[in-house]
């Protein structure tokens, strides 16, 4: 089992940026992939980026954040961040942290699946106008 915790939530105005921490405990040993994903009220869980912390570090983004955030990992820490710059209103939601087991897939199709096999409680990020 691994065990998640999200932390860096907030409310900032558009235009503003935050840092999500996802801390991973437990057998860590067995992952190799981590992702973000968030749900806004009324929407689909949407995936949002992901990071092969395998030793690759190959990461994933989906197209509405490309080039707005960035995933990282402190393999040292075994936490993965999530660092959202110029953040727009369509960005609030209740981010979600989430890590796989090596055995269930290649990081890109439990990513585009949304089929990880551990998920944090969430961190809730809201973007006023």
């Known amino acids: 089992q691994v065990q998640l915790l999200e932390s860096g939530g907030g409310s900032v105005q558009t235009g503003g940026s935050l840092r999500l921490s996802c801390a991973a405990s437990?057998?860590?040993?067995?992952?190799?992939?981590m992702g973000w994903f968030r749900r806004a009220p009324g929407k689909e869980r949407e995936g949002v980026a992901a990071i092969e912390t395998g030793g690759g570090g190959r990461t994933y983004y989906a197209d509405s954040v490309k080039g707005r955030f960035t995933v990282s990992q402190d393999s040292a820490k075994n936490t993965v961040y999530l660092q959202m710059d110029s953040l727009k209103p369509e960005d609030t939601a209740l981010y979600y942290c989430?890590?796989?087991?090596?055995?269930?897939?290649?990081?890109?199709?439990?990513?585009?699946?949304?089929?990880?096999?551990?998920w944090g409680q969430g961190t809730q990020v809201t973007v006023s106008s």
């Open positions: 437990g057998n860590t040993a067995n992952t190799d992939c």
């Open positions: 989430a890590a796989n087991h090596w055995v269930r897939g290649d990081c890109y199709t439990v990513f585009t699946r949304k089929d990880f096999a551990w």
